[in-house]
Protein backbone atom coordinates (compact mmCIF):
# COMPACT_ATOMS: atom_id res chain seq x y z
CA UNK A 1 0.00 0.00 0.00
CA UNK A 2 1.51 3.08 -1.25
CA UNK A 3 1.07 5.73 2.22
CA UNK A 4 1.70 8.93 -0.27
CA UNK A 5 -0.95 7.87 -2.72
CA UNK A 6 -3.80 6.27 -0.90
CA UNK A 7 -6.17 9.18 0.58
CA UNK A 8 -6.43 9.15 4.39
CA UNK A 9 -9.61 10.21 6.55
CA UNK A 10 -9.73 11.52 10.39
CA UNK A 11 -13.04 10.43 12.26
CA UNK A 12 -14.34 11.41 15.32
CA UNK A 13 -16.72 9.04 16.85
CA UNK A 14 -15.38 5.96 15.10
CA UNK A 15 -16.13 3.46 17.49
CA UNK A 16 -19.95 3.40 16.61
CA UNK A 17 -23.20 4.68 14.99
CA UNK A 18 -22.63 6.64 11.81
CA UNK A 19 -18.50 7.56 12.73
CA UNK A 20 -18.05 3.58 12.49
CA UNK A 21 -20.21 2.96 9.48
CA UNK A 22 -18.28 5.59 7.85
CA UNK A 23 -14.56 4.27 9.05
CA UNK A 24 -16.12 0.73 7.25
CA UNK A 25 -17.24 2.22 4.13
CA UNK A 26 -13.90 4.28 3.48
CA UNK A 27 -11.80 1.34 3.90
CA UNK A 28 -13.79 -0.53 1.60
CA UNK A 29 -13.38 2.05 -0.76
CA UNK A 30 -9.67 2.02 -0.08
CA UNK A 31 -9.05 4.60 2.09
CA UNK A 32 -6.99 4.90 5.36
CA UNK A 33 -8.39 5.83 8.29
CA UNK A 34 -7.02 7.62 11.64
CA UNK A 35 -10.05 6.37 13.92
CA UNK A 36 -10.77 8.58 16.86
CA UNK A 37 -12.71 7.66 20.19
CA UNK A 38 -12.55 7.69 23.98
CA UNK A 39 -12.57 3.78 24.49
CA UNK A 40 -9.37 2.01 23.67
CA UNK A 41 -10.99 -1.23 23.61
CA UNK A 42 -13.70 -0.35 21.27
CA UNK A 43 -11.20 1.25 18.87
CA UNK A 44 -9.31 -1.50 18.83
CA UNK A 45 -12.32 -3.73 17.71
CA UNK A 46 -12.55 -0.94 14.77
CA UNK A 47 -8.80 -1.32 14.09
CA UNK A 48 -8.85 -4.83 12.64
CA UNK A 49 -8.10 -3.33 9.18
CA UNK A 50 -4.25 -2.72 8.72
CA UNK A 51 -5.92 0.32 7.23
CA UNK A 52 -7.28 1.84 10.13
CA UNK A 53 -4.68 3.65 12.98
CA UNK A 54 -7.00 3.22 16.43
CA UNK A 55 -6.29 6.96 18.31
CA UNK A 56 -7.40 7.50 21.63
CA UNK A 57 -8.68 10.97 22.49
CA UNK A 58 -11.04 13.22 24.45
CA UNK A 59 -12.30 15.62 22.64
CA UNK A 60 -13.03 17.70 25.08
CA UNK A 61 -9.98 17.77 26.83
CA UNK A 62 -7.22 17.16 24.95
CA UNK A 63 -4.54 18.45 22.55
CA UNK A 64 -6.42 17.84 19.10
CA UNK A 65 -3.48 19.33 17.58
CA UNK A 66 -1.55 16.04 19.04
CA UNK A 67 -4.18 13.44 16.89
CA UNK A 68 -3.80 14.84 13.11
CA UNK A 69 -1.68 13.23 10.91
CA UNK A 70 1.19 14.70 8.89
CA UNK A 71 -1.70 14.27 5.66
CA UNK A 72 -5.37 14.49 5.67
CA UNK A 73 -7.64 14.40 2.84
CA UNK A 74 -10.62 13.80 4.51
CA UNK A 75 -12.50 14.97 7.96
CA UNK A 76 -15.46 13.51 9.41
CA UNK A 77 -16.85 15.30 12.94
CA UNK A 78 -18.97 12.31 13.92
CA UNK A 79 -18.63 12.02 17.66
CA UNK A 80 -21.37 13.72 19.53
CA UNK A 81 -23.56 13.33 22.76
CA UNK A 82 -27.90 13.48 22.68
CA UNK A 83 -28.95 15.35 26.12
CA UNK A 84 -32.64 14.25 27.14
CA UNK A 85 -32.97 17.01 29.70
CA UNK A 86 -35.20 20.19 28.72
CA UNK A 87 -33.73 23.62 29.57
CA UNK A 88 -35.90 23.49 32.82
CA UNK A 89 -33.52 20.09 34.05
CA UNK A 90 -29.75 20.88 32.33
CA UNK A 91 -27.67 22.09 34.56
CA UNK A 92 -25.38 24.47 33.61
CA UNK A 93 -22.03 21.24 33.58
CA UNK A 94 -24.34 19.45 31.10
CA UNK A 95 -25.19 22.60 29.15
CA UNK A 96 -21.58 23.45 28.43
CA UNK A 97 -20.49 19.71 28.29
CA UNK A 98 -22.92 19.38 25.72
CA UNK A 99 -21.63 22.03 23.79
CA UNK A 100 -18.14 21.50 24.43
CA UNK A 101 -18.33 18.02 22.18
CA UNK A 102 -21.28 18.78 19.08
CA UNK A 103 -19.68 22.43 18.62
CA UNK A 104 -16.08 23.67 20.46
CA UNK A 105 -14.48 19.84 19.65
CA UNK A 106 -15.90 20.58 16.05
CA UNK A 107 -14.56 24.39 15.56
CA UNK A 108 -11.21 22.91 17.36
CA UNK A 109 -10.69 20.25 15.00
CA UNK A 110 -11.22 21.96 11.71
CA UNK A 111 -8.58 24.54 13.11
CA UNK A 112 -5.92 21.33 13.40
CA UNK A 113 -6.30 20.11 10.60
CA UNK A 114 -7.34 23.06 7.91
CA UNK A 115 -3.32 23.20 7.45
CA UNK A 116 -3.70 19.34 6.01
CA UNK A 117 -6.77 20.29 4.61
CA UNK A 118 -5.48 23.25 2.53
CA UNK A 119 -2.42 20.77 1.28
CA UNK A 120 -4.38 18.36 -0.03
CA UNK A 121 -7.41 20.32 -1.12
CA UNK A 122 -9.76 18.06 1.05
CA UNK A 123 -13.06 18.05 2.25
CA UNK A 124 -14.13 18.76 6.34
CA UNK A 125 -17.71 16.65 7.08
CA UNK A 126 -19.73 18.09 10.28
CA UNK A 127 -22.52 15.34 11.35
CA UNK A 128 -25.38 17.26 11.78
CA UNK A 129 -28.73 16.42 12.96
CA UNK A 130 -32.84 17.14 11.78
CA UNK A 131 -32.72 19.13 14.58
CA UNK A 132 -29.71 21.43 13.22
CA UNK A 133 -33.07 22.58 10.92
CA UNK A 134 -36.25 21.66 12.17
CA UNK A 135 -38.23 22.83 15.67
CA UNK A 136 -38.32 19.71 17.69
CA UNK A 137 -39.85 20.01 21.34
CA UNK A 138 -38.36 18.35 23.94
CA UNK A 139 -34.71 18.81 21.89
CA UNK A 140 -33.60 22.67 22.95
CA UNK A 141 -30.41 21.71 24.24
CA UNK A 142 -29.45 19.19 21.40
CA UNK A 143 -30.91 21.45 19.03
CA UNK A 144 -29.07 24.76 20.17
CA UNK A 145 -25.69 22.80 19.50
CA UNK A 146 -26.63 21.39 16.38
CA UNK A 147 -28.43 25.40 15.11
CA UNK A 148 -25.02 26.28 16.38
CA UNK A 149 -22.81 23.46 14.51
CA UNK A 150 -24.60 25.06 11.38
CA UNK A 151 -23.54 28.25 11.63
CA UNK A 152 -19.60 27.19 12.25
CA UNK A 153 -20.02 25.17 9.28
CA UNK A 154 -21.24 27.83 6.84
CA UNK A 155 -19.13 30.61 8.29
CA UNK A 156 -16.06 27.89 7.93
CA UNK A 157 -16.94 27.40 4.09
CA UNK A 158 -17.08 31.23 3.44
CA UNK A 159 -13.39 31.84 4.96
CA UNK A 160 -11.97 28.26 3.51
CA UNK A 161 -13.32 28.40 0.14
CA UNK A 162 -10.64 29.98 -1.69
CA UNK A 163 -8.28 27.66 -0.25
CA UNK A 164 -9.53 24.76 -2.19
CA UNK A 165 -11.21 23.05 1.20
CA UNK A 166 -14.94 22.06 0.84
CA UNK A 167 -17.47 21.90 4.28
CA UNK A 168 -20.11 20.10 4.48
CA UNK A 169 -22.64 19.12 6.93
CA UNK A 170 -24.68 15.92 6.94
CA UNK A 171 -28.26 16.46 8.69
CA UNK A 172 -29.45 12.44 9.00
CA UNK A 173 -32.65 12.19 10.59
CA UNK A 174 -33.95 9.59 12.97
CA UNK A 175 -30.64 7.03 12.81
CA UNK A 176 -30.07 3.27 14.26
CA UNK A 177 -27.76 3.94 16.63
CA UNK A 178 -27.06 3.79 20.11
CA UNK A 179 -28.20 7.93 20.68
CA UNK A 180 -31.71 6.53 20.27
CA UNK A 181 -33.52 4.39 22.57
CA UNK A 182 -36.74 3.68 20.28
CA UNK A 183 -38.43 0.50 20.57
CA UNK A 184 -39.39 0.01 17.17
CA UNK A 185 -36.61 0.41 15.37
CA UNK A 186 -37.84 -0.47 11.80
CA UNK A 187 -38.34 3.11 10.65
CA UNK A 188 -35.31 4.36 11.65
CA UNK A 189 -32.74 5.17 9.18
CA UNK A 190 -29.29 2.84 8.93
CA UNK A 191 -26.16 4.28 9.89
CA UNK A 192 -24.54 2.76 6.35
CA UNK A 193 -27.13 4.99 4.65
CA UNK A 194 -25.71 8.17 6.33
CA UNK A 195 -22.35 6.77 5.76
CA UNK A 196 -22.99 6.91 1.83
CA UNK A 197 -24.10 10.31 1.95
CA UNK A 198 -21.29 11.33 3.89
CA UNK A 199 -18.45 9.34 1.67
CA UNK A 200 -20.27 11.13 -1.40
CA UNK A 201 -19.89 13.85 -0.19
CA UNK A 202 -15.91 13.52 0.41
CA UNK A 203 -15.09 11.81 -2.93
CA UNK A 204 -17.30 14.40 -4.99
CA UNK A 205 -15.98 15.34 -8.43
CA UNK A 206 -13.27 18.24 -7.51
CA UNK A 207 -15.70 20.59 -9.60
CA UNK A 208 -18.33 21.23 -7.48
CA UNK A 209 -18.81 20.85 -3.29
CA UNK A 210 -21.90 19.28 -1.15
CA UNK A 211 -22.86 21.78 1.23
CA UNK A 212 -26.09 20.26 3.05
CA UNK A 213 -27.32 17.42 3.01
CA UNK A 214 -30.11 15.30 4.33
CA UNK A 215 -30.55 12.45 4.81
CA UNK A 216 -34.45 11.39 5.88
CA UNK A 217 -36.47 8.11 6.48
CA UNK A 218 -39.23 7.27 4.41
CA UNK A 219 -41.90 8.12 6.95
CA UNK A 220 -40.87 11.32 9.49
CA UNK A 221 -41.33 10.18 12.79
CA UNK A 222 -43.67 11.50 14.95
Known sequence: ???HRTPHALVTGATSGIGRAVTDLLVERGWTVSAV???HERLASV???PRVTPVTCDLVHDDMNAIVPERVNAVVHAA???PTASIEEVTDEEWEYVFALNVTAAMRLARATLPALRASRGTIVFLNSGAGIF???K???????KHALHGLANGLRADVEHDGVRVTSVYPGPTDTPMLSNDDRTPLVRPETVARAVVEAIQASPDTQLTDISVRPRVELT
Open 1 to 3: MDQ
Open 37 to 39: GRD
Open 47 to 49: AKS
Open 80 to 82: GVL
Open 135 to 137: DRP
Open 139 to 145: NTVYAAT
